[in-house]
């Protein structure tokens, strides 16, 4: 059959269009010069209204903290400069005035100065609502504001108190008096969301007059105000990166960049400040290195780790013994406390819109989790229920807590104490989807193996010890890298991360390891020997069936710390309770055996350098075009100064 049919061709294909020519143009005039054809051609132009709301939402970003204010203006250039004005729009209006605008304000209402409470403290009012954002001499400045406010109502309320009762000298000797003065400052100080020292014994009518005093004392002193705001600020900072996303998976997870730095930043310090300071024996002038000192006792992260794995390996020792089955429990919160969510292990973290109300912060879902173990462990005792082992606490990518626990318990009440902790880790919000899987999962430990399940997460949760080429499960980083993260997270928020169950004092398996090769059987008897010598040689299992087993009251254990009231005070005029020694409590309290004998004092590193001692300092020029100190000295009168026995 030809092609042609009913005299019909078939048309050629277009020619290509060449937009672009290496031609220049040759035209008489610049604008008949051809220009680049418009991206969208339908986009409507830019209107008054447009310009009025970008501008508000800028406006705002303005009044942000640095730490919100430079990523959120950082990102709002580059959108403008790489994708024009209009993405950057949708990022104002879509991003920050619908999703995190209404997150901020929630977390400004919980940190913010309460009217509600307290109006006496006005005039520092503004700046206190600026505190993420105050440096070092302003947030100084505000403290000693704060603690003479606090010095001026002390002082208005006793002498009220005097006046209205003229043949009462002694009125201000009650406790009556001193609870209700103690009331008035208390409302100020937690107008400023500080807790003062003993509210709960106030509120619950135990609170004496000494404990009042000493608790105003601090109410009253600026430097402990410079304290509680610093610890504040960390948290005001860290609560509003969480809710602005800056704390994920996708971002930093389990702790923002700040928070990370300011911890690295304080370790530094601290570490400089060991390395200048000795420690002193007050009797015999002994000097030994701080830094020294302190690598050698428990802050040492390694030194942690291995007795934490002693630990939990004696635990796994005695269930072995005792024919106790193993549970690893994991309980998490509601999905309220989240500020994330997600939909997979690999997918991006989303906004939760359950967390919008509340503002929850980590330190809020430990206070939920705490709470629910309280409940379970009420019930345990009820129920004659035996459960001992460890407990392990570490973020989510998002920084909200959850609990891993190494559980032991006998064959017979396995079941008894799954069905306990499934009821009350389910109590709240027991219908939101996926509850049942998530809030608590259960797994039976193989025999022998516990310790090495659980040592994943110890050592994640100090130094990222021998978990090179593991893989973080929330975050999808190597496990060595995350540590750092962990451990910022628990310094930031003041989160206990480990913590043992139904076992004996850790304290006394301590004081009794400083007693080395020295035998306590004539002293006390062979029990407490047995104890001693346990703890020596670094077998905690032996060690709990010393102390009585599991299970055991503190006042039952056949060792404890000794504790003493010393002569000396502290600035707030309170008695202190220094670790003296050993006792055994069947033998009586009074029979102690002394592990701190020695009394020590930091003092600062002195160089030891004859030259050095014996220089004369340079005369320097002064720093200005004037010299405002007056005549100059000379070296001889320098130098008497600084050597006044010469």
């Known amino acids: ?133 105050l440096h070092d001499n302003s947030l100084k400045r505000l403290a000693n504001q704060l603690a003479i406010a606090m010095q001026d109502a002390c002082e208005y309320q006793c002498e009220k108190w005097l006046k209205s009762h003229p043949a009462e000298p002694d009125i201000l000797l009650r406790d009556s008096t001193q609870n209700e003065i103690y009331g008035h400052l208390a409302a100020m100080a937690r107008a400023c969301r500080v807790q003062p020292l003993y509210w709960r014994a106030f509120k619950n009518g135990r609170l004496t007059a000494h404990t009042a005093v000493a608790s105003m004392l601090r109410l009253v002193s600026g430097d402990w105000w410079e304290k509680q705001l610093r610890a504040q600020q960390r948290l005001w900072r860290e609560a509003l990166m969480i809710a602005c996303g800056y704390v994920s998976r996708a971002t930093s997870p389990y702790a923002s960049k700040n928070a990370i730095q300011d911890v690295v930043s304080r370790r530094l310090s601290a570490l400089n400040y060991l390395r200048q300071c000795d420690i002193e024996n007050i009797q015999s002038g002994e000097k030994l290195s701080l830094l020294d000192t302190v690598l050698a006792s428990i802050s040492n992260p390694k030194l942690r780790r291995m007795e934490l794995m002693t630990l939990i390996a004696g635990v796994e020792d005695v269930a072995d013994q005792q024919q106790d089955r193993g549970l690893f429990i994991t309980l998490t919160t509601p999905s309220k406390y989240h500020p994330m969510k997600t939909t997979g292990p690999h997918s991006a973290p989303q906004f939760n819109h359950k967390w919008d109300a509340q503002a929850f912060t980590p330190k809020d879902a430990q206070r939920y989790l705490v709470a629910v173990w309280a409940k379970i462990r009420t019930t345990f005792k ?64 193989n025999r022998g193996g516990a310790a090495g399940y659980i040592a994943k997460y110890v050592a994640k949760n100090i130094d990222g010890y021998a978990l090179e080429g593991e893989t973080d499960f929330d975050s999808g980083r190597p496990l060595t890298d995350v540590a750092t993260s962990v451990t910022a997270w628990a310094s930031t928020w003041r989160i206990p991360q480990f913590h043992a169950i139904g076992i004996p004092s850790v304290g006394a398996y301590r004081e009794c390891r400083r007693i080395r090769h020295i035998s306590l059987a004539c002293q006390f008897d062979t029990r407490v020997e047995a104890v001693r010598c346990a703890a020596d040689s670094g077998d905690y299992a032996a060690y709990i069936h010393a102390q009585g087993g599991i ?13 003493q009231q010393t002569d000396e005070l502290n600035v707030y005029g309170e008695p202190q309770n220094k670790v003296v020694g050993i006792y055994a409590p069947h033998l009586g309290a009074s029979h102690i055996f002394p592990t701190h004998t020695e009394r020590w004092r930091i003092v600062r590193h002195r160089s030891s350098s004859p030259e050095r001692s014996q220089a004369i300092p340079a005369l320097c020029p002064p720093w200005s075009s004037v010299n405002n100190c007056g005549s100059l000295a000379s070296p001889l009168k320098l130098l008497s100064i600084q050597n006044p026995s010469q």
Not at 33 to 60: G, N, V
Not at 408 to 425: G, H, L, N
Not at 551 to 563: L, N, S, W, Y
């Open 1 to 133: 059959m030809p092609d042609n049919i009913r005299a019909r061709i078939s048309p050629a294909s277009p020619p290509a269009i060449n937009g672009t020519t290496d031609k220049p143009f040759q035209g008489l005039w610049w604008w008949n010069a051809p220009r680049p054809a418009m991206t969208c051609p339908l986009e409507k132009p830019l209107t008054r209204d447009f310009c009025q709301r970008q501008h508000a939402a800028l406006s705002l970003i303005a009044t942000l903290p640095r730490c919100l204010r430079t990523p959120l203006q950082q990102r709002y250039q580059f959108l403008l400069n790489t994708k024009g004005v209009r993405p950057a729009f949708h990022f104002l209006m879509t991003v920050f005035m619908q999703r995190l605008w209404p997150r901020i304000q929630r977390v400004n209402e919980r940190h913010q100065y309460s009217r509600y409470i307290s109006q006496k403290h006005l005039a520092a009012e503004e700046t206190f609502n600026r505190l993420p954002d």
């Open 382 to 445: 009820d129920r004659n229920l035996k459960v001992y082992g460890v407990r392990v606490v570490e973020p989510h990518h998002d920084g909200t807590p959850h609990w891993h626990m190494m559980l032991f318990t006998p064959p017979a009440q396995q079941q008894k104490v799954i069905d306990v902790m499934r009821k009350y880790a389910l109590e709240e919000d027991a219908q939101e989807p996926g509850a049942d899987v998530s809030r608590f999962n259960c797994k039976p430990l």
């Open 551 to 563: 299970h055991i009251g503190r006042k039952d254990h056949t060792v404890r710390v000794a504790r």
